[in-house]
C-alpha cells in the first residue's frame, strides 16, 4: 500500500515534504484537506477525521507508511531524508542539516505570521528581518551547491520552499545573493525535481490559507511577482567568513 501524505490544498509546510519525495522517486497518495469559505475559515474537513488517522499528535501535514504514523514537518522529513539517503550521515553532515533546517523554518513560520495580516507593520517586520537571515543563509551555504555540497538533502528542500516563497513575495530580496540564486537554478535542475515543477502536481500558489492577507489565492495579486530563473554561474566565490 502507498504511503499517505496529508495537507491541506496549498503549499505551506507540505510544499518541502512533496519536493522530497519527488526526489525520492517515492510513489504515493496525497490526501488534500479544503479549508471553509470566510468568514469562519472552518478545518472541519481535517479535524472531523483527525483522531481517528492513529497518530501521536493529530496535525498537517502527516505521513503514513505503514505502521509509522508521522504528523510536524522536519519529523517527516527526517524520517524520509534517513530512509531515502538524502539525509547526513557523517555527524558533520547531521549537523549542518539540523542548522539549514531549522533556520529555514524560522524564517517560513516568521514570513507565514507577518503575511497572515500583511499589513504596513507586518511588511516593516518583513523587511527588517528576512534580509539579514537571507545574508546568512548565503554565507553559510558557502561554495554550495546545496547544503551538504554536491550531495541533495532534505534540507534542501526545506530551503527551496523558503527561497521559492520570499522569490514569489519580493524578488530583489533574492537578488543580491548570489550563492542563493545558484541554489535555486541548480535545485530546479535536478531531473526528478524539474519534472514535478513542471508536472501538474505542482502549483506555484496559493502558498498560505485562504484567510491570509498575503499567498492565500491561486491566482498572482499585484504584489505577487512572477518567478525569475536565474543563471547559474560558471564559477562561485566563497564569501568571506565573518567574527
Known sequence: MAPILGYWNLRGLGDPIRLLLAQADVEYELKTYNIGAAPEYSK????????????????????????????????????????????GTEENEVTRC???????????????????????????????????KLEQLNKFL?????????????????MYSLLDFVRIYKCELIEAHSTLKDFLSKFES????????????????????????WGGSAEPSETVETPVTFEVAETQEVPEATE
Open 44 to 87: 472541519d474537513d481535517f479535524r472531523s477525521g483527525a483522531n481517528e488517522l492513529g497518530l501521536d499528535f493529530p496535525n498537517l501535514p502527516y505521513y503514513i507508511d505503514g505502521d509509522v504514523k508521522l504528523s510536524q514537518t522536519v519529523a517527516i522529513l527526517r524520517y524520509l531524508g534517513r530512509k531515502n539517503g538524502l539525509a
Open 98 to 132: 539540523d542548522l539549514a533546517e531549522q533556520a529555514s523554518m524560522d524564517m517560513i513560520m516568521f514570513l507565514f505570521k507577518c503575511w497572515r495580516t500583511h499589513d504596513e507593520t507586518a511588511q516593516k517586520e518583513i523587511n527588517e528581518y528576512i534580509p539579514p
Open 142 to 158: 558557502g561554495s554550495g551547491p546545496f547544503v551538504l555540497g554536491e550531495k541533495v538533502s532534505y534540507a534542501d528542500c526545506i
Open 190 to 213: 535536478l531531473p526528478k525535481i524539474d519534472g514535478y515543477l513542471k508536472s501538474d502536481k505542482f502549483s506555484r500558489l496559493p502558498i498560505s490559507g485562504p484567510m491570509y492577507g
